[in-house]
């Protein structure tokens, strides 16, 4: 029989962008490259809260998330997303962050349970790679 | 697993409010979960409350952010509202862009606001073959009015009929003459035809091409369809719009209506189950089938014709099942 194009079960990932800057372009790139490998991704674009990337991550039911970040609020925006994914029982939901993000906040950030973070030089293999096993570690 | 609820604790989180329960028995739908039928089998009974209003028109023609605003005027009214918002699947990596969220969000600060994004999965006709099951959970969920977006739709895209009691079709100035309005398809299944972008020119011949199709006739029920003009983005004719939806679900409620659709329906629905099973069946009939690459040579070899063979996979199927 002909297999479908689609999997039985693609991986549904938010890509959102948290706090107030406006440059978009990184997060499209990646929105777009995980499209291309086959992923359900739920784009929400600009200036979100917190409570908005939770909020859509719980009734989108995504394996993943991931928050691009260049307004240097990181340190801010990105534990509270983490606490509150905790205080909503959705703490299984892996978190992965892109932008620009001095070495020093990134090992603070992996310690508070970010699971990946990427850099200007991040290819886009080495993201979908790592989008792919944080979603389904298992597989 | 969390793509695995398990699903009569399911179904009850279902009913008791937990909107991650809910969200995971949709991708449990979605994913076309057989695990799942228990918890649809036991909440099927509480549902037939919510209202299915479908939106549907070509992309950019601003199905979104009317939704948006029908979302504001509905939570204004004391009304909750499910949404279930349609992209498409890539034909070749077969992952989607769902972007609905970012024009809708907006309208969903509250808990009486439910919106689910779903990729269209290689199903044709403008929504995706799990839509009416997961307006069904939504329905279960509490909701009173269910929003469902198609993908931007083309002239052959008329499931939402399918879906919906009353169907919106989005349309904006320029986008062909009245010659348009006259073709079959989409502009058939309208109960509401909505003009938007009404402050742009061209709105008022594009609203009057759609009055004159409304004035030749009714569709099978009697109904006329309304033209309603509208800018979602100003916020103008929103109102209007929202009481062409209810007139339309108010004659519906007359004459047996209402339940005569509900039978076409659920008749589709019913069959549907039938098919996918035995499309199934034969999917594993055929896998299972060693012969079949020898059948196909003789079918190549012009041994015998695609009819005979389709014949014997046919008898095979009935004796197995």
């Known amino acids: 029989m002909p297999r479908a194009a689609v999997p039985a079960s693609p991986i549904r990932v938010l890509i959102a962008k948290p706090g107030l800057d406006g440059h978009d372009r990184g997060a499209?790139?990646?929105?777009?490259?995980?499209?291309?490998a086959g992923m359900e991704v739920i784009y929400v674009g600009l200036r979100q809260t917190p409570e908005d990337i939770v909020r859509s991550a719980i009734e989108?039911?995504?394996?993943?998330?991931?928050?691009?970040?260049?307004?240097?609020?990181?340190?801010?925006?990105?534990?509270?997303?983490?606490?509150?994914?905790?205080?909503?029982?959705?703490?299984?939901?892996p978190v992965f962050a892109g932008g620009i993000i001095p070495d020093e906040d990134a090992r603070s950030l992996r310690r508070g349970g970010i699971k990946a973070i990427f850099g200007p030089g991040a290819s886009l293999e080495e993201i979908v790679a790592t989008a792919r096993r944080l979603a389904r570690p298992s597989a | 697993m969390s793509r695995a609820p398990r699903l009569p604790v399911a179904a009850r989180a279902v009913v008791a409010h937990d909107r991650r329960a809910l969200a995971r028995l949709i991708s449990a739908v979605e994913d076309r979960d057989p695990s799942v039928?228990?918890?649809?089998?036991?909440?099927?009974?509480?549902?037939?409350?919510?209202?299915?209003?479908?939106?549907?028109?070509?992309?950019?023609?601003?199905?979104s952010t009317l939704i948006n605003r029908l979302i504001e005027l509905l939570r204004r009214r004391g009304l909750t509202v499910g949404v279930v918002a349609i992209d498409p699947s890539s034909p070749f990596s077969g992952g989607s862009v769902l972007g609905d969220r970012i024009r809708i969000e907006?309208?969903?600060?509250?808990?009486?606001?439910?919106?689910?994004?779903?990729?269209s999965r290689g199903h044709a006709g403008?929504?995706?073959?799990?839509?009416?099951?997961?307006?069904?959970?939504?329905?279960?969920?509490?909701?009173?009015?269910?929003?469902?977006?198609?993908?931007?739709?083309?002239?052959?895209?008329?499931?939402?009929?399918?879906?919906?009691?009353?169907?919106?079709v989005v349309l904006v100035p320029h986008l062909g003459d009245e010659v348009q309005t006259l073709k079959a398809g989409l502009f058939e299944i309208a109960e509401?035809?909505?003009?938007?972008?009404?402050?742009?020119?061209?709105?008022?011949?594009?609203?009057?091409?759609?009055?004159?199709?409304?004035?030749l006739g009714t569709d099978r029920d009697g109904w006329r369809p309304?033209?309603?003009?509208?800018?979602?983005?100003?916020?103008?004719?929103?109102?209007?719009?929202?009481?062409?939806?209810?007139?339309?679900?108010?004659?519906?409620?007359?004459?047996?209506?209402?339940?005569?659709?509900?039978?076409?329906?659920?008749?589709?629905?019913?069959?549907?189950l039938v098919r996918e099973r035995v499309g199934r069946e034969l999917g594993r009939s055929v896998d299972r089938?060693?012969?079949?690459?020898?059948?196909?040579?003789?079918?190549a070899a012009r041994a015998i014709d695609p009819y005979s063979a389709a014949d014997r996979l046919y008898r095979e199927l009935r004796r197995s099942g």
Not at chain 1, 28 to 36: E, F, G, N, P, Q
Not at chain 2, 106 to 119: P, Y
Not at chain 2, 141 to 166: H, K, N, P, W, Y
Not at chain 2, 240 to 269: F, K
Request: aromatic share 2%; with cysteine.
């Open chain 1, 28 to 36: 499209k790139v990646v929105a777009r490259a995980l499209r291309d």
């Open chain 2, 106 to 119: 907006r309208a969903l600060g509250d808990d009486g606001v439910f919106l689910r994004s779903m990729a």
């Open chain 2, 192 to 215: 509401v035809f909505c003009v938007n972008k009404s402050d742009l020119p061209g709105a008022e011949t594009a609203a009057r091409d759609l009055s004159d199709l409304a004035a």
């Open chain 1, 60 to 93: 989108e039911d995504v394996d993943l998330i991931g928050l691009s970040i260049l307004s240097g609020a990181h340190m801010a925006l990105l534990p509270r997303v983490v606490k509150l994914l905790k205080s909503r029982k959705a703490s299984d939901i």
């Open chain 2, 289 to 299: 089938d060693r012969d079949l690459g020898a059948l196909l040579d003789r079918v």
């Open chain 2, 126 to 168: 403008g929504v995706a073959a799990a839509t009416r099951e997961v307006c069904r959970l939504l329905d279960a969920f509490g909701m009173d009015i269910i929003l469902v977006e198609t993908v931007g739709s083309g002239q052959v895209d008329v499931e939402i009929r399918d879906v919906a009691s009353t169907s919106i």
């Open chain 2, 226 to 272: 309304t033209v309603v003009s509208v800018s979602a983005q100003a916020g103008a004719g929103l109102e209007t719009l929202w009481a062409a939806v209810e007139a339309h679900e108010t004659y519906l409620d007359g004459d047996g209506r209402r339940a005569r659709g509900e039978r076409r329906r659920l008749a589709q629905e019913v069959v549907g």
């Open chain 2, 37 to 63: 039928v228990p918890a649809l089998r036991a909440l099927y009974a509480r549902t037939g409350h919510a209202r299915v209003i479908g939106v549907t028109g070509p992309l950019g023609v601003g199905k």
